[in-house]
């Protein structure tokens, strides 16, 4: 879905329960009525929302609402999967008057189960759905052939990402990653809901990536 104009956010949050804007992390909502949870640096100096800070945050939707009334998440990939696992709790039991606004520039991010209980929303003028994944040739290559590829074609393909060179791993890694944005935008480009139902596979094989093991096995357990 697009939308034209940073102003016709309010009016679109105010259809749903939940909202994706897929906008830089400085944007301008002006929406009124706002309360905002942003990411905070940690020990590690890495930025996340961590689970006590969004579990304060929810509190506020307890409260018995009689009109509009806006919960704003900023650059919501930041939340880990154990906490967007507690924010996906509330979204589950929508409440009157209460919408949450996430905003992302990476919503392939946010677990699968998020994503289909809300609508995905891009600034047409961004034309971000016509850009095509910032990857080499070889890696765009090996990305379709993992989208494509049939349960008995798998182990070949596995094979060829396990023994490239000089690093297989963050070949395999960045294979997978170009393959979910292609998915991703394919999706939100033609609406067809198979490109959808293969983003879980690719996400849980990202992560089964990022822990090492067993590169061409992960990849056909992963997509199997």
Do not use: W
Not at 21 to 50: G, M, Q, W
Not at 70 to 87: T, Y
Not at 206 to 221: C, D, P, S
């Amino acid at each position: 879905m697009f939308f034209d104009s940073m102003k016709e956010i309010p009016r679109i949050a105010t259809r749903a329960n939940c909202s994706i804007f897929v906008v830089p992390p400085d944007a301008k909502l002006n929406i009124k009525a706002t309360l905002t949870l942003t990411p905070e640096a940690e020990k590690s100096k890495t930025r996340i929302i961590s689970a006590e800070r969004l579990r304060d945050f929810l509190n506020f939707t307890d409260k018995k609402l009689t009109s509009d009334q806006f919960f704003v998440i900023r650059e919501a990939e930041k939340m880990s999967e154990v906490v967007q696992n507690i924010f996906l709790k509330t979204l589950e039991e929508p409440k009157d008057f209460c919408h949450f606004v996430l905003t992302s520039e990476n919503p392939t991010e946010l677990l699968p189960t998020i994503r289909s209980r809300t609508q995905i929303f891009i600034p047409r003028s961004a034309n971000q759905l016509e850009k095509a994944p910032n990857y080499s040739k070889k890696i765009m290559g090996l990305a379709k052939e993992l989208i494509a590829a049939k349960t008995i074609d798998l182990p070949q393909v596995a094979n060829k990402i396990a023994s490239s060179k000089p690093q297989p791993r963050q070949t395999a890694l960045d294979s997978t990653s170009a393959a979910i944005e292609i998915l991703y935008k394919s999706y939100l480009k033609t609406g067809n809901q198979i490109f959808l139902t293969k983003l879980p596979k690719f996400l849980h094989l990202h992560r089964a990536l990022e822990q090492n093991g067993h590169i061409k096995l992960h990849i056909v357990a992963s997509l199997c």
